[in-house]
């Protein structure tokens, strides 16, 4: 198979509901040759890297699947690349650089070189950033129909949005960790936590 | 000459052209309507069912392609990633606003029109809101009352299926109901609350909807999957195409023409009636034109006003049918951007399961035994009662195992009150052609001039106050009231520009929707409206379109038409 015609098929990949076995094959290969993730349109290997590594963090495999299990650096990248604004954009890219030099700082190495305990400590203090900005703007003015205001201009509260927007749109987030249908078939108001078919929240 | 080929010409094929396509059908008659947006096949084009994981932008939409295409469209909530073809292209459909009094016009073309999209609110008025203008002194009054336009209701009610709670209230007559769906656990808490703390007066219900809430002529039940503006496979929800189109077609008299702009009408001096309709067809680009002896104008408020103002003849300059000057004047749409929110604490172990595409509703409770000091007439407040989702994960700091679980939970129950108020009628605002500012086909566009006044702003005002009282004598916290600047246009309920009336000499269509002008012209969308009531008006256009069909065909058999 042509590399050209693999690439192609890899990036609509989300869009096949099963991959033939000898292009999962191929694919491996040409993943272990060029230990890259062709269809990136923004990130750099090592930033997708960073990111997939962040993403898993946030959001593990547990009994169902977790970030990487469903491509959620690739859903990253493609709206860090076509949805975001050149500004957030920018606010986004320096972010992760931001990422590896306080890792650096604490650990002396990149952030996916470091352990997983010390990836976390990461994330703490990324989060203890979030919070402060939080509370920094809580003051602020509401935005629409009265909803709260968020620290727009940090990198980790997009960080998460975008993540968990990707997770929990997936397929497996959708069907297996939120145990929802897009058919319910039935409306309660007013049922117990434990039913089996939830609404759709975000 | 040649013998017309159809009996009737209905143009627009949304909510109130749907109705007239069936009831001029079923009662005879050969009807050619004009679409100028594209066919809807239902199993095609509906897209309820596309899951997230299919959608390129995981329904975050293509933020880049609308802004460059649809900027205002993408405004409204129902305009999303895979359904944004339901609403117009603003680089097809420009239309012209004054700086300081921005417009915001919401628009579908294609067969269905915004039947396809809308909230599918559906209440009666009452004669609060038929003798509003007489009782005030304000505009002219209405040509009609309740007991006129109630067999209509009943009628159309019964085919459209509107399920619903009765209530009893004079300010918010009852219909025929299907049976209603269920209020929310925290809709419960916030009804009980209000009603302790405010009596019988304000009465938190379910909203009546025009969703089946059991199978109806031949249209089965809601599967409650929640996205009805992206069309519904089920027909579960009333709109053209899933209900009275197809009536139409089932006649054998229907004949629709999509892709068909009307560019204007044709006026004969000497017969004083209409005797053709100039269409362009939108993808050839040929100037057609068709010929009935019946009109029914029926191409939404702004549309048909502008057709109108679009054939203007020397015997009718300001626009055909403008003897009285009052054609594109009185435009009104419901103030909204009032309200509160707040969260209901107590109910953690409770969720909701399946998607309920309806709000509750608290009918007008000012006005309407009292008086207010500082507005006249009112308005209605939707309630939306939702828990929070993963979304609120953002802006925590958790994760791993323990965050994913609890993101897979809901959390907490959020209530907002948002109201929607009475605009009143003022020949202030208004619409004009814009000749500089033509559209795709080189149709002369609307130069809007609409801005809400001091009664408006007054009951926005109150919309925020009342509704957080009412939330904090339900017990919620964190109660945050409300302004927002919601334009004009966006409650998407844009009316009166071609109003009714007793009195030639000050309304555009008699108390038939028949204009005082040319007897064969009729005008039964929102148009027609003399003022806004604060309940959202569809039901009402389609009542009056009914009737008016009912009207000229009775008409057409007295040769008196």
């Not at chain 1, 604490?106 to 010390?118: E, I, M, T």
């Not at chain 1, 509260?157 to 319910?184: D, H, K, M, N």
Request: overall charge neutral; glycine content about 8%; aromatic content about 8%.
């Amino acid at each position: 198979m042509e590399r050209r015609e693999l690439l192609r098929l890899l990036a609509i990949g989300s869009a096949l509901p099963v991959l033939p076995s000898p292009l999962l094959a191929a694919c491996r290969k040409i993943h272990a040759s060029l230990a890259e993730t062709p269809a990136l349109k923004v990130f750099s290997p090592h930033q997708n890297a960073t990111v997939t590594a962040m993403a898993e963090l946030l959001i593990p495999r547990t009994d169902t699947p977790g970030a990487k299990d469903t491509k959620v650096n690739l859903f990253i990248d493609h709206i860090v690349a076509d949805w975001y604004p050149d500004e957030l954009r920018a606010l986004f890219l320096e972010g992760l650089t931001n990422v590896d030099s306080r890792t650096q700082s604490l650990f002396q190495r990149d952030f996916v070189d470091a352990s997983p305990s010390q990836q976390a400590e990461i994330l703490r203090s990324l989060g203890d950033e979030l919070a402060q900005a939080a509370d920094a703007v809580a003051g602020n003015p509401r935005g629409y129909r009265g909803s709260p205001p968020e620290p727009e201009d940090n990198f980790y509260l997009q960080f998460r949005r975008v993540a968990l927007t990707g997770y929990f749109s997936s397929e497996a987030g959708f069907s297996q960790q939120l145990r929802e249908e897009i058919v319910p078939g039935s409306f309660n108001g007013c049922a117990p936590v434990e039913s089996a078919t939830p609404s759709k929240g975000s | 000459m040649a013998i017309p080929k159809y009996d009737a010409i209905v143009i627009g094929s949304g909510i109130t052209g749907g109705w007239a396509a069936k009831e001029l059908t079923e009662k005879g008659l050969r009807t050619l309507v004009l679409e100028a947006g594209r066919p809807i096949v239902p199993d095609k084009d509906y897209v309820e069912h596309v899951p997230a994981w299919d959608m390129p932008f995981r329904g975050m939409r293509d933020r880049k392609k609308l802004q460059k295409e649809q900027p205002i469209q993408s405004l409204c909530y129902a305009c999303e990633e895979v359904n944004s073809g339901f609403f117009v292209k603003d680089t097809e459909h420009p239309y012209t606003s004054d700086p300081d009094k921005p417009f915001r016009l919401i628009r579908g073309r294609q067969v269905g029109g915004r039947s396809i999209l809308w909230g599918r609110q559906s209440y009666r008025w009452s004669d609060l809101d038929f003798s509003a203008n007489l009782r005030d002194g304000i505009a002219v009054d209405w040509p009609i009352r309740y007991a006129d336009l109630a067999p209509w209701y009943d009628y159309v009610e019964q085919f459209a299926g509107i399920s619903g709670e009765a209530l009893g209230l004079s300010q918010l007559p009852d219909g025929k109901f299907l049976p209603p769906m269920p209020l929310t656990c925290a809709e419960k808490v916030v009804k009980e609350g209000v009603a302790k703390s405010f009596g019988p007066d304000r009465v938190l219900t379910i909203g009546r909807v025009a969703v089946l809430t059991q199978d109806h002529n031949g249209r089965a039940a809601c599967h409650y999957c929640g996205p009805c503006h992206r069309g519904c496979v089920t027909l579960s929800y009333f709109s053209s195409v899933n209900a009275t189109l197809p009536a139409a077609e089932k006649t054998g008299r229907l004949t629709m023409r999509p892709y068909s702009t009307v560019h204007s009408l044709i006026f004969n001096s000497q017969t004083r009636r209409i005797t053709g309709v100039r269409v362009i067809d939108t993808q050839s680009r040929a100037a057609l034109e068709f010929n009935a002896p019946l009109v029914f104008l029926c191409a939404s408020t702004l549309e048909s006003a502008r057709i109108l103002l679009n054939s203007a003849t020397p015997e009718f300059p300001g626009g055909l049918a403008n003897s009285s000057g009052e054609l594109g004047h009185n435009l009104m749409d419901h103030i909204k951007g009032g309200g509160a929110r707040g969260t209901i604490p107590g109910l953690e172990k409770m969720r909701t399961t399946g998607e309920r595409p309806n709000i509750a509703y608290m009918p007008r409770f000012r006005n309407v035994k009292d008086k207010h000091r500082d507005f006249i007439r009112g308005y209605g407040l939707q309630a939306y009662s939702f828990q929070d989702g993963w979304g609120r994960g953002a802006a925590e700091v958790g994760f791993g195992t323990d965050f994913k679980r609890r993101m897979s939970e809901p959390g907490p129950w959020n209530f907002i009150f948002e109201g929607y108020g009475e605009c009143l009628p003022s020949h202030q605002n208004f619409v004009e052609i814009d000749k500089n500012c033509l559209d795709a086909w080189g149709i002369p566009s609307l130069k809007i001039h609409c801005a809400f006044g001091e009664n408006e702003f007054a009951l926005r005002k109150d919309m925020s106050l009342a509704a957080a009282e009412m939330l904090s004598a339900s017990g919620a916290q964190s109660i945050q009231s409300f302004r927002d600047t919601d334009p004009p246009g966006f409650s998407i309920h844009e009316m009166g520009t071609a109003r009714m009336g007793r009195d030639p000499k000050t309304s555009v269509l008699n108390v038939w929707n028949q204009s005082h002008d040319i007897k064969n012209l009729f005008i039964t969308d929102g148009a027609c409206m003399v003022s806004s009531g604060c309940s959202n008006p569809s039901l009402t256009y389609m009542a009056l379109t009914a009737r008016a069909c009912d009207y000229a065909v009775n008409q057409i058999k007295r040769g008196e038409l």
